[in-house]
């Protein structure tokens, strides 16, 4: 199916998504190819489990590995977190929680579960907080022990990669690496758009400021910009700093046109401050 898929984007010029079944079909090549890895995973039954967080929704894959062989693949949306099995919700978290306990995994296979088979092993992203009480939990209901795998790498982990990609793929998310910063640094909203800005000086005079921008992670050379200093006269990285960030960010307000999702600031705390103040004055922040 990912061949069949793989040539039609490649046809159709959709090039990303070519690479991208290509990237999964080397991986479930690795996978099955691997000497020694299959004869141990025939002993026993496996559920790998991922999932990726869209603003205010949560996107979960679920593989069913039987004695081996990949036998199923299961797809769910949590809208506003709220997940619906055999009649009970998983409620939304506290406004003060942390943005990366919103959708709580534990709860998720609990509740799966209950209604499923449960395999001899499960492998998850990362470590629940209340894993083991979990693994007695499932442990009781199978009536045979259960364990929860956080692998940090090898074939497992490759496994977890894999079914990132395909929850990207199959909701056109973005690009993993961008999912992965949004990830990683708690971003209310996928950063499609980055704008980042420096400052360079020759010499005492001449300072100059420029902006680059990136959509989708690839650069987008049309909406670079270059500044020359028109309040700053001495060298300074914070007044020039807080200078163009507020002439860009002035600009797009007074055309109404839209902001970049993230913005990076080149260098240390003062650039930063400096940049925070402009936006903060614009009534951005």
């Known amino acids: 199916m990912l061949e069949k898929e793989m040539k039609k984007f490649s046809f159709e010029e959709q090039y990303e998504l070519a690479k991208t079944r290509r990237d999964q079909i080397a991986a479930l090549?690795?996978?099955?190819?691997?000497?020694?890895?299959?004869?141990?995973?025939?002993?026993?039954?496996?559920?790998?489990?991922?999932?990726?967080?869209?603003?205010?929704?949560?996107?979960?894959?679920?593989?069913?590995?039987?004695?081996?062989?990949i036998s199923n693949r299961k797809d769910y949306i949590i809208k506003n977190f709220q997940f619906l099995l055999q009649g009970r919700t998983i409620s939304q978290p506290k406004?003060?929680?942390?943005?990366?306990?919103?959708?709580?995994?534990?709860?998720?296979?609990?509740?799966?579960?209950?209604s499923n088979?449960?395999?001899?092993?499960i492998i998850i992203p990362q470590k629940l907080e209340e894993q083991d009480l979990l693994e007695k939990y499932l442990s009781t209901l199978a009536k045979r022990?259960?364990?929860?795998?956080?692998?940090?790498?090898?074939?497992?982990?490759?496994?977890?990669?894999?079914?990132k990609e395909n929850?990207?793929?199959?909701?056109?998310?973005?690009?993993?690496?961008?999912?992965?910063?949004?990830?990683?640094?708690?971003?209310?909203n996928y950063p499609r758009v980055i704008e980042c800005f420096d400052i360079s000086n020759l010499g005492k005079e001449n300072i100059v400021g420029s902006m680059v921008q990136f959509q989708e992670g690839k650069?987008?050379?049309?909406?670079?910009?270059?500044?020359?200093?028109?309040?700053?006269?001495?060298?300074?990285?914070?007044?020039?700093?807080?200078?163009?960030?507020?002439?860009?960010?002035?600009?797009?307000?007074?055309?109404k046109l839209p902001f970049p999702d993230f913005i990076v600031i080149d260098g240390g705390k003062p650039q930063l401050t400096a940049a925070l103040a402009s936006l903060k004055e614009l009534g951005l922040v």
């Open 29 to 69: 090549q690795y996978i099955s190819e691997k000497p020694g890895m299959m004869a141990l995973r025939k002993t026993y039954d496996q559920d790998v489990i991922n999932y990726i967080i869209d603003k205010i929704d949560a996107y979960v894959q679920l593989f069913n590995i039987r004695k081996g062989v």
């Open 117 to 121: 088979d449960i395999p001899q092993e």
């Open 219 to 255: 650069p987008y050379k049309s909406n670079y910009r270059r500044f020359k200093m028109k309040t700053v006269h001495a060298q300074s990285d914070f007044d020039s700093m807080k200078e163009i960030v507020f002439r860009r960010y002035y600009k797009l307000k007074i055309e």
């Open 167 to 188: 929850i990207i793929s199959k909701h056109e998310l973005g690009e993993k690496n961008l999912v992965e910063l949004r990830e990683i640094l708690s971003l209310p």
């Open 95 to 114: 406004a003060d929680q942390p943005r990366a306990g919103n959708f709580q995994l534990g709860d998720f296979i609990q509740q799966y579960y209950f």
């Open 145 to 163: 022990k259960v364990a929860i795998t956080v692998p940090k790498a090898g074939d497992k982990k490759q496994l977890l990669d894999l079914l």
